[in-house]
Structures are given as structure tokens and as C-alpha cells.
């Protein structure tokens, strides 16, 4: 069984930049599609909002409107990791990101099977 550990989540100003890692242990990653999704302040977790997917081989990546042009995806196969470059970061990023493994290259948080514990992002103005 995959288990998914975020890491890299902390308070940051606003224009800042943060980078979140999400390692997994007990199965390689490389066979999984890797998403990112992110719980707002007063949202349930059920209504996570979709913010990145990267394919199992790092080739193909879509983002949000939201976050396009501001936070990159990639993947470390060999170790087992993927990350979420966030730069120019704004108040409304404030959130807990969580990362997810699934195999579609999915923007719907149904599609992914596995998920981490979430990392908190804060933005402050």
C-alpha cells in the first residue's frame, strides 16, 4: 500500500514562493498519474479544488486558471516524489494542499485513490 506524506507547507507574504514535496513510501510512483488539489478556509474537504496534475512520466501537466503561469508540477520518479513549485504566491492560495495518486490523468478528486494527510499553506497579505 502507497502512503502519501506532504511536506513544505508554512507561512509565507504575499509574492512569496513555497515548494511542497509529496514522497511516497511503500510502492513506486511511477506508474500513478500525481495530482494536487487544495482545501480553502471554511470549504469541506469533499469540495477540494483541483491545482495541478502531472502524467506518470513527468511528459504532460495541466493547472487550474487559477494557478497557471505561477505554479509549476514535476516529479522525481527516482525518489519517489512529486512537487508543487509555488511562486507569486496571493492571499486567496491560503489552503491545505494535498496530494493525490491515481491512474487518469484526472482534474476530478473522485479519480485519484490515494491521498496524503495535507500540508497548510498561508498567505498573508
Known amino acids: 500500500q502507497v502512503q502519501l506524506v506532504e511536506s513544505g507547507g508554512g507561512l509565507v507574504q504575499a509574492g512569496g514562493s513555497l515548494r511542497l514535496s509529496c514522497a511516497a513510501s511503500?510502492?513506486?510512483?511511477?506508474?500513478?498519474?500525481m495530482g494536487w488539489f487544495r482545501q480553502a478556509p471554511g470549504k469541506e474537504r469533499e469540495f477540494v479544488e483541483f491545482?495541478?496534475?502531472?502524467?506518470?512520466?513527468?511528459?504532460?501537466?495541466s493547472y487550474a486558471d487559477s494557478v497557471r503561469g505561477r505554479f509549476t508540477i514535476s516529479r522525481d520518479n527516482a525518489k519517489n516524489t512529486v512537487y508543487l513549485q509555488m511562486n507569486s504566491l496571493k492571499p486567496e492560495d491560503t489552503a491545505v494542499y494535498y496530494c493525490?495518486?491515481?491512474?487518469?490523468?484526472?482534474?476530478?478528486?473522485?479519480?485519484?485513490?490515494?491521498w496524503g494527510q495535507g500540508t497548510q499553506v498561508t498567505v498573508s497579505s
Open positions: 493525490a495518486a491515481g491512474s487518469d490523468f484526472a482534474i476530478r478528486p473522485h479519480r485519484y485513490d490515494l
Open positions: 511503500g510502492r513506486t510512483l511511477s506508474s500513478y498519474f
Open positions: 491545482v495541478a496534475v502531472i502524467s506518470h512520466t513527468g511528459a504532460s501537466t
